[in-house]
C-alpha cells in the first residue's frame, strides 16, 4: 500500500515508516520537522516538509502523494507543556487533524490510522484499563486527542471514514536504526539512559508515596516494534474503532531503575521529586482486543529487551540525531 505517514520524522512515525518500507509498502513522509528529525526519515521514503495547521500544505500532499491510507502521529504530546498552554494544542492537535481529515475526504480516502493515548481515559477506576471505560481527560492534551477521536467517529457515521485509533501506553526502545530522541525528553527509559551516558547527573523520580509496592508510578511500557506492527496490521482489513495498545505488565519507576543499573553496568543516581499533578498511580493496558480482533502478537513484551533495545541505540548515538 502506499502510505502517508504524518509525523514521520519523530519518534513512534520514523519506526514505523521504517517497518513499512521494510515490508515493501510505499511512504510518504509528512512533517514539518518542528519537533522531529530529517535524519530519522528513511532514504526510501518521500519526505513532503508541510504542517497541518497550514490547510494548503496537507491538502497539496494529500493531492501529490495520492496515498490508499493515512497514518498519523503528527502532533505535539507533553503533558506539562499541555498544562501551561492548552491553545497550543487545540490547535495543532484538534485544527492540524481536522484539516487532515478534511484533506483525506477531500481524496476520498477511507482508512486512517491515528495515534491515540491512554491520557484520553484519565484517572481510571480499575485495571486493567479496557477500551469501553469512560473517556475523561485530565489534561489539554489527552483532551485534544480525544476530541480528534470524536471528529473520526463522527466522519465514520456521516462519510463512511474508517478510522482506527490506537490507545498506546508507553511506547519505548528502538531498532538499530532509529530511537528516541526528544527536546525536551520526558519518558523515563531516555531519562534513565541519559544518566548512563554522562549526559544528567541524576534522575528526577516524581513521588515515591503512591500507593504502589514501592511507591513509585507503575507504567506499561510497549516496545516500538510491537507498536508499529500493531498499526501495519489495522491497516489491513476492514478494521475500525479503539485500540489499547500496552503488555498488560505494569512496572514502577523504581523496577525500570534497577532494570537498568544492570544492563548498563552505572549506579544510575536518582532523587526523589515532589509528584506531578494529575500523575495516576498506576496505567496498564487492557489488550486483549487488539490481540483478537487485529491479531496482534507482541515480540518484545519484556522490560528487559525494551531497555536493552533502548540503551544499544542510545550508547550509539550518545547525541541523538545530532552528529
Ligand atoms: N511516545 C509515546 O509514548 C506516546 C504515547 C501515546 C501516544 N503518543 C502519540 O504518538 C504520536 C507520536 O509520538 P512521538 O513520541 O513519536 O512524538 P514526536 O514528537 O517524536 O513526533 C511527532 C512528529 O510530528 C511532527 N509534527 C508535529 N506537529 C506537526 C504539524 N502541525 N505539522 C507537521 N508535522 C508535525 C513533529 O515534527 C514530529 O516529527 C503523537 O501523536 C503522540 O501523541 C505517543
Known amino acids: 500500500m502506499k502510505v ?16 513499512l518500507l521494510d515490508e515493501g509498502h510505499e511512504v510518504v513522509i509528512f512533517d514539518n520537522l518542528e519537533r522531529g528529525h530529517r535524519e530519522a526519515v528513511d532514504a526510501r521514503a518521500r519526505l513532503i516538509q508541510g504542517d497541518l495547521r497550514n490547510r494548503e500544505d496537507i491538502r497539496g500532499a494529500m493531492r501529490d502523494a495520492r496515498p490508499d491510507a493515512v497514518m498519523h502521529f503528527a502532533a ?47 484517572q481510571p477506576d480499575r485495571m486493567p484499563m479496557t477500551e469501553d471505560m469512560p473517556q475523561r481527560p485530565t489534561n489539554p492534551y ?4 480525544l476530541m480528534l477521536e470524536k471528529v473520526l467517529n463522527w466522519e465514520r457515521e456521516r462519510h463512511g471514514l474508517q478510522p482506527v485509533f490506537l490507545r498506546y501506553f508507553n511506547a519505548a526502545g528502538a531498532t538499530e536504526k532509529l530511537g528516541e530522541d526528544h527536546d525536551p525528553e520526558s519518558h ?16 528526577n523520580i516524581f513521588g515515591d508515596d503512591y500507593p504502589t509496592p514501592d511507591g513509585t508510578c507503575i507504567r506499561d ?12 496490521l489495522a491497516l489491513t482489513g476492514e478494521h475500525t474503532g479503539a485500540f489499547n495498545l500496552g503488555n498488560g505488565d505494569g512496572y514502577s519507576v523504581k523496577q525500570v531503575l534497577e532494570v537498568a543499573r544492570e544492563l548498563t553496568g552505572h549506579p544510575i543516581p536518582a532523587e526523589i521529586s515532589p509528584r506531578r499533578p494529575g500523575d495516576p498511580a498506576r496505567l496498564i493496558a487492557g489488550a486483549d482486543k487488539a490481540k483478537q480482533v487485529l491479531g496482534w502478537k507482541p515480540k518484545y513484551p519484556e522490560v528487559r529487551t ?12 550518545p547525541n541523538g540525531y545530532r552528529k
Open 221 to 232: 511500557y510497549i516496545h516500538i516494534v510491537d507498536l508499529a506492527q500493531a498499526h501495519i
Open 4 to 19: 502517508l505517514v504524518t509525523g514521520g520524522a519523530g519518534y513512534i512515525g520514523s519506526i514505523t515508516s521504517e517497518i
Open 142 to 145: 489527552g483532551e485534544s486527542k
Open 306 to 317: 525494551i531497555v536493552q533495545h533502548a540503551w544499544n541505540w542510545h550508547r550509539a548515538h
Open 188 to 203: 523515563l527509559i531516555p531519562n534513565v539512559l541519559r544518566v548512563a551516558l554522562g549526559k544528567s547527573r541524576a534522575l
Open 76 to 122: 505535539f504530546a507533553l503533558v506539562g507543556e499541555s498544562m501551561q498552554d492548552p491553545m497550543l494544542y487545540f490547535r495543532n492537535n484538534v485544527l492540524g487533524g481536522i484539516q487532515l481529515v478534511e484533506a483525506i475526504l477531500e481524496r476520498g480516502v477511507k482508512k486512517i490510522i491515528f495515534s491515540s493515548t491512554c491520557a484520553t481515559y484519565g
